[in-house]
């Protein structure tokens, strides 16, 4: 599975993005889907997941009630909606791909090359 990402910018505080990621291959239903970021010299953080079919979403904390994944398996998309955004959700995002909802990004095989993310306060 190949996987590009895009839809990062720079947005003020309260603001809102939405960021993609396209998939190759057949077999992109069967994945569990995620979404990290990495802000400058921090580690990469988990922030969100969304089960196979759809049917299950997953939240850090510092995200929760703000951002929501979705995804569209005809399409072989994932999204991520940033809904009041904050200066701190400032990071490289990155979408990737797994068997299993995990928080550790050692769980996923599949990354897409990141999308830089900037909220000015």
């Known amino acids: 599975v190949q996987l590009q990402a895009s839809g990062g910018g720079l947005v003020q505080a309260g603001g809102s993005l939405r960021l993609s990621c396209a998939a190759s291959?057949?077999?992109?239903?069967?994945?569990?889907m995620a979404w990290f970021r990495q802000a400058p010299g921090k580690e990469r953080e988990f922030v969100s997941a969304?089960?196979?079919?759809?049917?299950?979403?997953f939240y850090a904390d510092s995200v929760k009630g703000r951002f929501t994944i979705s995804r569209d398996n005809a399409k072989n998309t994932v999204y991520l909606q940033m809904n009041r955004m904050k200066p701190e959700d400032t990071a490289v995002y990155y979408c990737?791909?797994?068997?299993?909802?995990?928080?550790?990004?050692?769980?996923?095989?599949?990354w897409g090359q990141g999308t830089q993310v900037t909220v000015s306060s």
């Open positions: 969304i089960s196979w079919s759809g049917g299950s979403t």
């Open positions: 990737a791909a797994g068997e299993l909802v995990r928080v550790s990004r050692y769980e996923y095989d599949y």
């Open positions: 291959g057949r077999t992109f239903s069967s994945y569990v």
